[in-house]
């Protein structure tokens, strides 16, 4: 089973500035099978990007993600209002299929 | 556009049935993916509890396996989870998802979750 480690466990920014998230895998994600999600307090996940570095539709270009083999990053240019969450990383593509997400990373304003 | 709504109890006795369905609109079941549930605790992490592929084949967490069941309804275009044997433990909110999983080959793979539920809060209560 593999393991994900999200660091650091609070960000704390302020708007405009640059935001970098990471996600460790305790072993090697195949095929970067590795995508991120962003949750806001009271609503469902959004899924943001894919094969570790895939924005999903509608997604804004200030988010990227990075990374192969047991280290991504999720990077967010320059942070805006609505940007302040919880993120969470996930891996799949695992068979049998099972989903393993991180323990998230909360992006707070400074 | 796909979209997804739990349905159930928003209380559960401890020991007893947690029951939740989850009605698709916008997507066939039927025409592929996996759906799937995934919980959060109040204030904790995501945990994924188990999905099914439109054909039926299950798959599970193993830590909740013994206590899982998820059953899909093609003519409802909807799919279930009941939980048994429940404790506080259990209480969180209960997302129902699309999984964009696929068989192939004989082997099932899991996928990146693109579409998810709005989440409904069950507590586990006496």
């Known amino acids: 089973e593999i393991v994900l480690t999200q660091s650091p466990g609070t960000l704390s920014l302020s708007p405009g500035e640059r935001a970098t998230l990471s996600c460790r895998a305790s072993q090697s994600v195949s095929s970067s099978y590795l995508a991120w999600y962003q949750q806001k307090p009271g609503q469902a996940p959004r899924l943001l990007i894919y094969?570790?570095?895939s924005r999903a539709t509608g997604i804004p270009d200030r988010f990227s993600g990075s990374g192969s083999g047991t280290d991504f990053t999720l990077t967010i240019s320059r942070l805006e209002p609505e940007d302040f969450a919880v993120y969470y990383c996930q891996q799949y593509g695992s068979s049998p299929p099972r989903l393993t997400f991180g323990g998230g990373t909360k992006v707070e304003i400074k | 556009q796909v979209q997804l709504q739990e349905s159930g109890p928003g209380l559960v006795k401890p020991s007893e049935t947690l029951s939740l369905t989850c009605a698709v609109s916008?997507?066939?079941?039927?025409?592929?993916?996996?759906w799937g549930w995934i919980r959060q605790p109040p204030g904790k992490g995501l945990e994924w509890i188990g999905s099914?592929?439109?054909?039926?084949?299950?798959y599970y967490n193993p830590s909740l396996k013994s206590r899982v069941t998820i059953s899909v309804d093609t003519s409802k275009n909807q799919f279930s989870l009941k939980l048994s044997s429940v404790t506080a433990a259990d209480t969180a909110v209960y997302y129902c998802a699309k999984d964009l999983g696929y068989c192939s080959g004989g082997s099932c793979y899991s996928g990146a979750v693109d579409i998810w539920g709005q989440g409904t809060m069950v507590t586990v209560s006496s």
């Open positions: 099914i592929y439109h054909s039926g084949s299950t």
């Open positions: 916008g997507y066939s079941i039927s025409s592929g993916y996996y």
């Open positions: 094969g570790a570095s």
